[in-house]
Every structure is written in C-alpha cells, then in structure tokens.
C-alpha cells in the first residue's frame, strides 16, 4: 500500500501529501505522545458482522461505531518506515493495531520492507529476493529520513536496522497491557510465489497466532492485492481472517459488493472511497469488514467516519486517533 507522503518514492505507486498542518507533531518530544492509550476506550474489531473476535479477547463492545487505527508501516510519518522505532512509536501513540509488508530473502526469511528493491528505504542497492538477510541486516534503514539534518545525535540502533517479521511478532507479543492487531501484507508477484505465504503460515504457527485470538493475545489479519495469495492464506490458516486489497478501483466482477470466497474483509484505496463512496455500502451489505488505506488528509478522515469503515489505515495515526477521538 502507497501514498506515503513528503518523500521522494521510487516506488511509482506514491501519491497525494499530508497537509502542513498535519505534521506539527512529528518534531515533538516522546514525551508529547503520552496519555493517548490511556484516553482512549478499547476499540472493537469485527469479524463479518458478528463481534466474536472482541468477545473473546473480553473486550467491552459499545454500540457506537468506532473504527481502528492501524499504523501503516508504523507510524511511517515520524520514523522511518518498517524499523522498530516507527512500530514502538505507533504502539505509544496507542494505535490499535499495526500494518507490515513482508518479503522472502534469497535465504528464507520474512523482512518488513515495501519496495522490491531496497534502493528506496536503504543506503544499498538491489532486490530483496537475491539478498540474504546478513546482508540485508547491513545496511542502515533510517538514515533516509532526516527530519532534522541538524540534529548530531548518534543514530538510534532501532531506526537504522533491518526489522524481520521475527522481531516484529516479538515485540507484539511483549505488549500485554493491551490488545494489539497486527495486519501483514505478502507483496506479490514475487519469484518465490507461494514460499511467501508457507513461511508465513509457519511463523504464525510459531507464535501461536495462527488461531483464533484469545485474552491478551494479538491478532492478525492476513492481506494481498492477489486473489491466489489470499486464497493461499485461507488454506493454510483458515482461522486467520483475510483481506482482499484493491486499488484504483474495484474489479468488475465484485462491484456487486462480493469477494472472493472465504473472504469479509475488503481494503479499499481512499481514492475508491472518495470517487465511489457507495462501494462501502455494496460491501456492508454482505456484511464484511471494510478497510481504508492510505489515510492521511482530515477531509479523508472525515470521509471515513461518514461512510463507518471498520479501520483506517494511516502514515500518521497519532492524527488519525485524535480526530476519531474528537467525533466522539
């Protein structure tokens, strides 16, 4: 998923700009984002129309509609994207959940990294796929983004380096206080096709979060813009709910509101909702779950809110969780 802002991508796919306005926090202090987990009410997610996942991870469920805020790539917006700073970041500003992409190295293993190649988001240059992860853990991660070049403090280790998809589960796991959601992405095509998703389906298993969630456990959600990689996913965690991305706009042979079978979620591009706000309709009427990515301007926000998408996916979730906040 793109429309990451105010960068230079090489990636082809960015788009659109977060206001000004937007980012007077980014330079603000950690000490600016405390309180917001604390101020906020639990957030329920649902699975179709029945709220059994909230049921049972205990969580009180409000008849008010209140949608989640899932941290694209972290909160991608103040820390570099896909590093632990930008995870450990998202989980202060109290996000709800958070969002990864995953790609296999030449030697197996998941790593949190978008683009194909890591000239973008690194200091080197080259593929994912042909790299093994030494040397992928070689390169500096965070340097790319400076937001202020003046600064001459040593670089923060957990804003430089690589973050696997290992690590990620770890530090997810480690946060019991509260429920966290963690939404993960295969990127596709890719010349490993279906490896990606065994390992994942593996990895999962390993933690324990290839099931249903349970009292303090995390969950996941499983997203491709692929339909063979969703289908993938559904065969080998069927416990795992799935989302089938779209951008642009919706296939013809689910503007009907369907989707493929054994999926409720849908992941619906902001320009889908902003030129076909009906879509979100069509798809609540089989009931499924819908999403909204890239998220980052208020007027698209308030879009959302309007329309009672189930989560909202946003570079900048501390904004995001403000503005729900202030809806209420």
């Keep these: 998923m793109e429309r990451l802002a105010s960068l ?43 709220l059994d996942d909230a049921v049972s991870r205990g969580l009180a469920v409000t008849s008010r509609h209140t949608p989640l805020v899932i ?16 995870y450990l970041r998202a989980i202060d500003e109290g996000a709800d959940a958070l969002e990864c992409d995953v790609r296999l190295t030449a030697d197996s293993h998941l790593v949190c990294v978008h683009d194909r190649r890591v000239n973008r988001t690194s200091n080197g240059r080259g593929t994912v796929s042909t790299l093994e992860l030494a040397e992928l853990e070689g390169l500096d991660w965070g340097s790319w983004k400076a937001l202020h070049p003046d600064d001459q403090e040593l670089p923060d280790r957990d804003r430089n380096r690589l973050l696997t998809l290992r690590n990620l589960l770890t530090t997810i796991t480690a946060h019991s206080d509260r429920p966290l959601g963690l939404a993960i992405e295969t990127k596709h095509p890719n010349r490993y096709a279906g490896l990606v998703e065994r390992e994942l389906a593996r990895m999962l298993a390993e933690f324990g979060l290839d099931g249903r969630p349970g ?34 706009s919706v296939p013809l042979r689910f503007r009907d509101g369907s989707l493929p079978k054994g999926v409720h979620t849908v992941g619906l591009d902001i320009e889908i909702l902003r030129r076909w706000p009906k879509t979100v309709e069509r798809q609540k009427r089989h009931g499924h779950e819908i999403f909204a990515w890239t998220v980052d301007e208020p007027q698209d926000v308030s879009l959302c809110l309007d329309l009672g998408v189930d989560a909202i ?4 979730p501390r904004a995001v969780l403000d503005a729900v906040r202030a809806t209420r």
């Design 215 to 248: 009292p303090g456990k995390p969950w996941v959600r499983v997203m491709s813009f692929s339909q063979l990689a969703v289908q993938r996913m559904r065969q080998l965690c069927p416990e795992v709910p799935a989302v089938f991305l779209m951008e642009d």
């Design 71 to 86: 941290a694209h790539r972290g909160s991608s917006l103040a820390e570099p994207e896909h590093t632990l700073a930008a």
């Design 8 to 50: 230079s991508c090489e990636c082809g796919s960015c788009a659109g700009a977060v206001s000004p306005e937007w980012c007077k926090s980014v330079a603000q202090p950690d000490a600016a984002l405390c309180g917001h987990r604390a101020a906020r009410a639990p957030r329920v997610w649902k699975h179709g129309t029945v």
């Design 313 to 316: 996916i946003s570079n900048h």
